[in-house]
Every structure is written in C-alpha cells, then in structure tokens.
C-alpha cells in the first residue's frame, strides 16, 4: 500500500504519518478515526482514497493532515477530544465528521441530509442520492 508502516499482526498496522488502522481486503484499509477508505491509483507515498464523506481524495506523507478534494479545495482533518473534525476551506468552517458518516440507522431525510452536508463534489452528491432512492443504500 502507499503507506510506510509497522506491521503489528493480525492485519493491524501503525504509521507515524497516518496513525493506525488495519488492512483489509486488498485496497481497502480501516482507520481508527476515519473508518474504511478505499484506496487505487497509489505510489510509495501517495494515494487517490474513497471515503463516505469526501467521496474521492487524495492523500499523502507529505501532505496529511490535509487532503486534497476531488473538486481540487483541500481539506483539514483534526482528531477533537470526542469526535474527528475536518475544515472545509470553501465554507470556511469546522465540521464533525460523526454527524456526516451514514449509518444504517438514519432516516430517509437524515442520510439525504448527511449525503447533501458531505465533502463531495455536486455530481457525486447527486450520484449518491440517486443510488440511495434506488437501492436504499
């Protein structure tokens, strides 16, 4: 994967940059604090990410906490004491990440909510409301 780091077994790993999270299937990785992202498209220090919240990003050694948005904005995630904030540059404001994440347990209007308050780009939005109203997830 693109991410230099110790491994602790189990699929369990640590990095000085990233933090820790485990390897799943391949491309796929579970983050601590920002659950599981999808990485393609990677070199030894870069990668392009999915995530539920930001859709497609890129991230790298040199640049994390920061995270370039598919939109080309950046974005700035930040470990707060009870939950995972990340700056959107364009609204120029803080935002909990545990508000944006989709659960299985959100209503119809909660998970369109949170799809419309997300990091993705207009089209991806639409795209995931669309498959939303479709198949429910």
Known sequence: SFIDSVDHGMGWHSSSWFG??????PGWIYHLDLGWIYYAKYTHESSWCWHPVFSWFWISSTTYPYILLE????SYIK??????????????EWRSMNDLFPSENDSFSE??????????????????????LLTGK
């Not at 939109?71 to 950046?74: A, G, L, R, T, V």
């Not at 470990?79 to 120029?92: F, I, P, Q, R």
């Open 20 to 25: 820790d999270f485990y390897k799943g299937k």
């Open 71 to 74: 939109d080309e904005s950046w």
């Open 79 to 92: 470990k707060d004491t009870n939950s995972l904030l990340a700056y959107d540059y364009g609204k120029m």
């Open 111 to 132: 998970r369109i909510f949170k799809i419309q308050a997300s990091f993705m780009s207009e089209e991806n939005k639409k795209s995931e409301i669309a498959k939303y």
